[in-house]
Every structure is written in structure tokens, then in C-alpha cells.
């Protein structure tokens, strides 16, 4: 079976949570499978190479500071990855997988699998509404990428594999037959997360956050509770790790907060490894997102025993805030000193941690692809 992903931010070249699912589908199936992945050209990347057994086939160019404008993601890359993506054409493949963003791409991929036969499989994290694509593109514009995704995200014959129960109903809730969508995010290195816990990393009073540096994780309200927080006890760190294209305001933030000999910023870890000790060693993890499909941070953190405070407007599911702990945002600094400060392990029910183990990838998507 010969199997095609393709999205045009490529992990390990740019991290995020998108990224490292597919990376880890792509990684899990290529073990048994013949696995392309069709994406756009980042720094360190050939033309055509192999990456754990994954045959990686690039086009044009992209670095972290096109790939983003004005704080969001650039238009105009959008519409030079899907232009770029009309190579495919040149290969043959019977399924394809693709993640729904950046969605202009869909009616080129659409066609391909009528011309060729081919299934197609759609990931969606998150599912926007009319209000929010405003919001992210301006009202005209906005308004026509949602007609856009509307229309083009239910292709006939195509199966949709979402992160958490909240995006499946969402996604019923756009017409879309709820026969056809399974829920799957295999975001957890079971033998990483193993090795970590058997290492007994001595925890620290540490406040820690790993993500994108864009708007929507709210990177400044994270500071302002660190802020809270040190003003009570001058002995507590944070640790920000990450890149993008926030970077500069959240430099000058941590900055006029005078909270440069608390906070450190630090550049996304080589390795699951480096970033599971950073996690098992901290005494707890801030997560301040207005927008989140579902945090794989916060699940990675949970397995490792370092608990997760979350405010109470979190949009992450239902299967992750279940394990995390929930409170009102102005409460948030009291938690967090009270865990810092305590030696009691603050555990909260781990059972959803099952769903998101990577050793289920290639028995998933054999139930979900017909035998050829």
C-alpha cells in the first residue's frame, strides 16, 4: 500500500502539535507501508531524502518568518503550498492523508483522488466558525475562507480522523456523518515517556510552558501569573520553550515585567527526550490558551506527573482538561504557589492517557483503510 501525507509545516523542521502527529503517523505506518510526504521546503531539508523510512518530497522555500504575517499565517504561502502541491499528480498512491488546513489545498487533493482512485483521509484539529475567521483574517477575507472550508472541507468519499470528542461534534455539527469521523491522536513516545519515568528526575519550583509563540497561546497572561506568583516567593523560575512569531514581544514583556532573572526563554528541544526531562523536572505546567485542538504539552505533561493548571475559558477537550487542573484566571497564581510549595504529590485521574499512545498508529489506520 502506498500511502501520501501531506501538509506544509514538516516536523522535526518546525515543531507544533499538528506537526508531531503527523510525523509520528507517518514514522509508525512507514515501518510497514511505502510512506511519501509531500510538504514545502524548510531549512535543512533536501529536495528528496528519507527520514525514518518516511520519503520526504519537498517543494519551493519556507522559513519561520514567511510562513508567518502580522502574526498569523501568511496567505501568501497558503497559496504557494497549494499551488506547489500539484506535483502529486506525478506520483501515483492509494491513500492520502491530509491535514485540513490550510484548506485552500482540499480541491486539488479532492481531484486527485478521482482521478486516481486513491482514499482520502482528512485530519482536523479545530474546527472554525464564521466568527473566528474573521477574527483570524478580516471580515472580507475571512469571510471567504470560511464559505471556502465549508464547502470544500466534506469532499464525498473521505474519512476524517479528529483529535478529541469536542472537534468530532463540531464537525457533525457542519454536516459532516458522524460514521465518518474517528477520534485518534497518537501524540505519546510510550517508550520516551517510560525511560523518563524510571530516570526519577527530582522535581524543581518551576513553572513551564512549550509552544508556538504565537497570540493565541496567551504567552501574556502566562507571564502575568508568573509575575503574581514571584511577588510572593522570589525563589520560583519559569521556563518558556518555543519559537515563532511572538518571540520579540515576549522577550520585551519579560522584559518590563522585570522578570528577566525568573523567566527563561529557551529554543524547541532537539528530542522528546530533552523536552520529557524539561517537563518531569518542573513542579508544574501553565497552559493559558485561548485556542487549542487539543495540547499534546499538557498530555505529555500529565504522563510524566507534572500536574497542568489550565483557566477556566480553556477550549482543550474534554479528555485532556479532565486531567488537568481547572481555575478561574485571576485564581490561577494562588494554585500555583500552593503546588510549588507543597510537597503532596497533585495528581488528578490518568485514564484518558491510554487514547493517545503512538503504538496504536498502524492498527488504526488498517481498520480504517480497505485492504488492497
Not at 510552558?209 to 511577588?231: C, H, N, Q
Not at 505546567?285 to 487549542?292: A, G, Q, T, V
Request: charged share 30%.
Amino acid at each position: 500500500m502506498r500511502i501520501a501525507f501531506v501538509y506544509d509545516v514538516p516536523y522535526p523542521w518546525h515543531k507544533g502539535g499538528v506537526e508531531y502527529i503527523l510525523s509520528v503517523e507517518a514514522r509508525e505506518l512507514a515501518k510497514k507501508y511505502d510512506v511519501s510526504f509531500f510538504t514545502l521546503r524548510w531549512p535543512g531539508m533536501g529536495r528528496e531524502f528519507e527520514y525514518g523510512k518516511v520519503k520526504y518530497k519537498t517543494f519551493g522555500r519556507m522559513d519561520i518568518d514567511t510562513a508567518y504575517r502580522h502574526g498569523r499565517r501568511s496567505v501568501r504561502e497558503v497559496i504557494s503550498f497549494s499551488a506547489l502541491m500539484i506535483n502529486i499528480f506525478r506520483y501515483d498512491f492509494d491513500v492520502i492523508i491530509s491535514d485540513e488546513f490550510p484548506v485552500l489545498h482540499l480541491l486539488l487533493l479532492r481531484a486527485y483522488c478521482r482521478l486516481k482512485g486513491a482514499k482520502l483521509i482528512l485530519k482536523v484539529e479545530e474546527v472554525w466558525d464564521r466568527r473566528y475567521w474573521w477574527k483570524y483574517l478580516g471580515v472580507p477575507v475571512g469571510e471567504a475562507a470560511y464559505l471556502y472550508s465549508s464547502a470544500f472541507v466534506k469532499p464525498e468519499g473521505a474519512d476524517y480522523v479528529v483529535v478529541s470528542s469536542t472537534t468530532a461534534k463540531k464537525l457533525e455539527g457542519m454536516g459532516v456523518s458522524k460514521s465518518r469521523i474517528r477520534v485518534f491522536a497518537p501524540v505519546l513516545n510510550s517508550k520516551e515517556i517510560e525511560k523518563m519515568k524510571k530516570a526519577a528526575v527530582r522535581k524543581t519550583k518551576r513553572i513551564f510552558f512549550s509552544g508556538r509563540f504565537i497570540k493565541e497561546k496567551r504567552i501574556d497572561k502566562w507571564l502575568e501569573a508568573v509575575k503574581k506568583v514571584v511577588e510572593k516567593d522570589r525563589s520560583v523560575r519559569a521556563v518558556l520553550v518555543g519559537n515563532g512569531p511572538e518571540k520579540r514581544r515576549i522577550l520585551e514583556r519579560i522584559k518590563n515585567l522585570g522578570l528577566e532573572g525568573h523567566v527563561t526563554v529557551k529554543p524547541f528541544f532537539k528530542n522528546k527526550l530533552a523536552l520529557y526531562k524539561e517537563i518531569a523536572s518542573s513542579g508544574v505546567l501553565l497552559h493559558m490558551s485561548e485556542r487549542e485542538g487539543l495540547s499534546i504539552i499538557a498530555i505529555e505533561s500529565v504522563a510524566l506527573g507534572t500536574p497542568v493548571v489550565i483557566p477556566n475559558y480553556s477550549p482543550i477537550p474534554k479528555e485532556v482538561k479532565e486531567m488537568c487542573f481547572v481555575e478561574r484566571e485571576e485564581k490561577i497564581p494562588d494554585l500555583l504557589l500552593k503546588m510549588l510549595n507543597s510537597k503532596g504529590k497533585h495528581a488528578k485521574n490518568e485514564t484518558n492517557l491510554k487514547m493517545f499512545s503512538d503504538s496504536n498508529v498502524v492498527n488504526f489506520y488498517e481498520q480504517l483503510i480497505p485492504k488492497q
